[in-house]
């Protein structure tokens, strides 16, 4: 009888190692800068860090733990791992609840740690698939790998601003890219808060974006190879919301520091942060369903195709 194919955790790893990197940096940079240089954070040292690493994993990382979860459970194809991932998803979501993640107050608090547990319980998973199945045969790389490799790279530029912000240094104290990217200007007041640089330093909801869109492009080649039809249907269709909504907070946070503070645009990107009955969240719901179908191939593929357990 053949065996059931599970995935290869090489995206996963990849994406975990993505945030460890983030999280490192964002420790480092609330740990040695003062309060008022950030936003809206309080407390300096190592609990500051602490305490904004800790509001990292609830958001954005969370919603990649809740992908990272399903695939370690495919991974290891067990009742108790699929269960696992269904309790990470639940934590997870906690930082949908009002108030859980407040733009005006970035501080950690209790409730925080729900998400964060949820992240745990995703790694612990991650690790135990890591151990008992090995990373598994890679995923063979196709034509559509290259425009993943190719939207990465311009996400990546794009981010700049946030990358150097997330290391607690402005852009446009680089030659050449100040010349391109506002960051250590000082901007007038928009919304009632003083006057404040262009691109403030440390973390940056268009740099989450970055992070969740690069995560959905790099998981992407995951669904195809799993083994159930309905998970390959249900992972395609949550990596697409997040690219999605990834790409939309980027896109929404760039318009607002690169063009209307520069003076180039007037018209502002309303906050698409948290879903809402509107327009723009009916339009990327409509992209992301076309994205589903298009890209990421929901289909299943000829089980030769999928590369084994190994």
Known sequence: ????RRP???????VWALFAIVAIAAFATYSRLPPEELYHTSGTGIEAGASRVLVFLGYPFSIVAIALAAIAAARL?????TLAAAVTAVLCATIGVPGVIDQADLDARPVNALAGAGVAIAFALTLVAFVR?????PNPFGRADVLRALAAVVLLLVGLPWVFAELGFYVSDVPVLGRIFLAKEVVPSMGGEPSLHAVHLGRH????????????LVLSRVPRHLASAW???????YLALMLVYGLANALQD???EQLVKRGTVSLKIPSLIRPEASWAWAAMLGATLVICLAVFRVGRVDPRQRGGIS
């Open 205 to 216: 909801h268009g740099m989450d974006g970055v992070l969740l869109a690069f995560s959905a």
């Open 254 to 256: 760039f318009w607002t």
């Open 77 to 81: 194809g067990t009742r108790p791992a």
């Open 231 to 237: 998970q390959a249907v249900a992972l395609s269709f």
């Open 8 to 14: 290869g955790l090489t995206e996963a790893l990849i």
């Open 1 to 4: 009888m053949e065996q059931q």
């Open 133 to 137: 199945e090995g990373v598994g045969q």
